[in-house]
């Protein structure tokens, strides 16, 4: 019998653990975590399993993907625009606490221009304490 393989990509090119995360079973991202599943995987669409947790609203996911995860900022794609556009401040509150750069623009909009288009004060101030200025 042939060996598993805990990063292997579906036809979206997700791996089990953006599945287990997007579907907010924290045991089996937590698992799958200490059975060394990669952490930095994009699917298709360029997302990490972090961004389908934030996806997820998942907080416990997103805690454990942060612990493992290299970098919280993508090329294509940054979770922090994401938790700021589902106005989760927790999840926008972990994402900055663990390195996320309030100041990347992605999609053309910054995360503290779409948390203002939202009217969400709470995000804004957040993102200013983080060095947001535009």
């Known amino acids: 019998m042939g060996e598993l393989n805990i990063n292997a990509q579906d036809t979206y090119n997700a791996t089990p653990l953006h599945w287990a995360a997007l579907n907010r079973h924290e045991a089996i991202v937590s698992l799958l975590l200490k059975s060394a599943a990669n952490v930095e995987v994009e699917s298709r669409g ?59 623009v992605c999609q053309s909009i910054s995360p503290l221009a779409m948390a203002r288009s939202l009217g969400d004060d709470s995000i804004v101030g957040l993102l200013k304490s983080y060095g947001a200025i535009r």
């Open 46 to 104: 360029g997302s990490t399993p972090l961004a389908w947790a934030i996806e997820s609203g998942s907080k416990k996911s997103i805690r454990m993907l942060l612990v493992k995860a290299s970098k919280v900022d993508y090329e294509y794609e940054t979770p922090l625009l994401r938790a700021v556009e589902k106005q989760d401040r927790i999840a926008v509150q972990l994402l900055l606490e663990n390195g996320a750069v309030p100041t990347l």
